[in-house]
């Protein structure tokens, strides 16, 4: 079921709509609060939007590593099962 929620950065909040779960909501602000709090003390320098942006750009770059490495990490269990069952399935001849 579709439901509000508030995600608070600074002197703002952002109200979404959402049909997640609260524990992967609650996931996902704490990490997008956590990332604020490392740039939280550029806004007054640069201004909300860049900070929003870097911060997209610093979890964008997360996200791919994270990817990268599913996709090599599920590369080497089909290989690891490929080697596994070489050979499986074959008749010994005398």
């Known amino acids: 079921m579709k439901r509000p929620v508030v995600l ?3 002197e703002r909040e952002y109200k979404f709509i ?3 779960p609260q524990s992967i909501v609650d996931r996902v602000f704490n990490e997008i609060i956590q990332e604020f709090g490392i740039l939280e003390k550029e ?3 640069v201004g909300m939007d860049n900070v929003l942006v870097a911060m997209l750009v610093n ?7 994270a990817q ?3 996709q090599r990490l599920k590369e080497k269990y089909n290989e690891v099962l ?8 074959r008749i010994a001849k005398d």
């Open 8 to 10: 608070k950065l600074g």
């Open 18 to 20: 959402t049909n997640e």
């Open 68 to 70: 990268n490495e599913l």
């Open 82 to 89: 490929k080697d596994h069952y070489k050979g499986r399935g």
């Open 43 to 45: 806004v007054e320098k």
């Open 59 to 65: 979890m964008t770059t997360d996200f791919i590593k």
